[in-house]
């Protein structure tokens, strides 16, 4: 075990040349209509985009006997070049947020000339591929509002827990009010998630400033709660909807100058939080007037999924529906076209309607990543609180 760890130190000592711009290969000798993302720490270094999507990476680890490549979970054999470098063309990536990691002799790291960022339970290395047409998800020369990490004390869980907070521009400088975004992270992820892999501050900037949304606080809490619970059933969302009725809403409304009601305030979230969502915010229409589920696997297409009784989990959605129906401005749900949950999404949005449940859905391309969740965020954002 010694000697894999002095491997990889030995090895990776050498990769942090790669964020300067003299290092083996310097900017001329990038491909013409290559980018460097903009989740390199160095602009002038690698990973490489190339104009069809593929990806070069080279990583200079003179000391290594084998390097790789784990990019989307396929492994890519690195080959060893003069100088002791190691590189890689990938096969072209469809576009979006790719997590990767550097393999070295064995040992999954991440590489020291990408930022990291935490998904999938660990943090990981990661490159975004452009995507034509969707400049909103990029920083633009508008106003921008600010992002802040916040600390509440939970009561229930017995700890201090992070929280970040989406702020519109202008909010600092005036006493308006101003209604608010639930958002939830997935399963692996956390309450940063959103608002560095899911871009929240670009896509509401470029939103609000184009008057394509209204200016909105978005609040995305850490929900990996230890306090008992767990899984797809109202039993198992309990804790987690204690924590937000009597934790985190009253911690915003107290800590922002928010519009302090059901019509002002929106839940939503991806995946596990799309469950989330769907449990505690269609069951409490006194708390969440708007609910957004993307991408969640409650309805099959994961292993875990079971047959779901709507009437059972959510009381009164199929015997009262015209009361739930007139409880929620809007209901609205997502999938990835490329996602194995999208059958069975599509299946349960037409049992819905047929029951004559308002339900908006949309797909788009794409599968279970950030792509189709920041342009669900995007899509939804559009609707509210007008």
């Known amino acids: 075990m010694k000697k894999a760890v002095c491997t990889l130190v030995l090895a990776l000592s050498g990769a942090c040349v790669l964020a300067q711009p003299s290092g083996l290969q310097g900017r001329s000798a990038f491909p013409d209509g290559s980018y460097s993302p903009v989740t390199n720490i160095n602009r002038n270094g690698y990973p490489r ?10 990583v200079n680890a003179p000391a290594a006997n084998q390097v ?24 072209p990536q469809v576009p979006g947020f790719h997590y990767y990691s550097l393999i070295v002799d064995g040992v999954s790291t991440s590489d020291p000339a990408s930022y990291t960022f ?13 995507e034509d047409g969707m400049d909103d998800f990029e920083v633009q020369d508008v106003p921008h509002g600010q992002v802040r990490t916040l600390y509440y004390y939970s009561h229930l869980e017995k700890e201090w827990r992070p ?24 399963g692996g992820e956390d309450h940063t998630g959103w608002m560095q892999q899911g871009r929240v501050a670009n ?21 990996n709660i230890t ?3 767990g899984g797809y059933s109202r039993t198992g969302m309990q804790p987690y909807l204690d924590e937000m ?6 911690f915003i409304d107290k ?8 019509r002002h305030r929106a839940m939503c979230g991806l995946s596990m939080g799309g469950g989330q969502s769907f449990y505690i915010g269609l069951n409490s229409p006194e708390l969440f007037a708007n609910v957004g589920i993307f991408s969640t696997g409650m309805f099959g297409g994961i292993q875990q999924a079971k047959e779901l009784d709507l009437e059972e989990e959510v009381p009164g959605i199929i015997s009262d529906t015209k009361k739930f129906n007139s409880s929620f401005d809007h209901f609205y749900m997502t999938c990835g076209e490329q996602d194995p949950r999208i059958r069975h999404t599509e299946k349960m949005v037409a049992r819905m309607k047929e029951a004559g449940i308002d339900v908006e859905f949309q797909s788009f391309p794409g599968d279970h990543e950030w792509q189709p969740w920041r342009k669900s965020l995007h899509a939804f954002a559009q609707k509210l609180f007008k």
């Open 163 to 186: 929280i970040c907070v989406y702020t519109p521009a202008g909010y600092e400088k005036g006493r308006k009010r101003y209604p608010v975004v639930y958002i939830q992270h997935g």
């Open 255 to 262: 800590t922002f100058r928010t519009k302090a009601d059901a």
């Open 68 to 91: 790789q490549i784990d990019l989307g979970g396929r492994k890519y054999d690195m080959e060893k070049v003069q100088g002791g470098a190691w590189t890689i063309t990938t096969a």
């Open 49 to 58: 985009v190339l104009e069809d999507g593929s990806v070069m990476f080279r």
């Open 118 to 130: 935490y998904g999938c339970s660990r943090v990981s290395s990661a490159i975004e591929i452009k």
């Open 227 to 229: 306090r008992g619970g």
């Open 245 to 250: 009725a009597t934790q985190i809403i009253p």
């Open 203 to 223: 896509i509401m900037d470029n939103l609000i400033a184009s008057g394509r949304a209204v200016p909105m606080i978005v609040v995305s809490p850490n929900s």
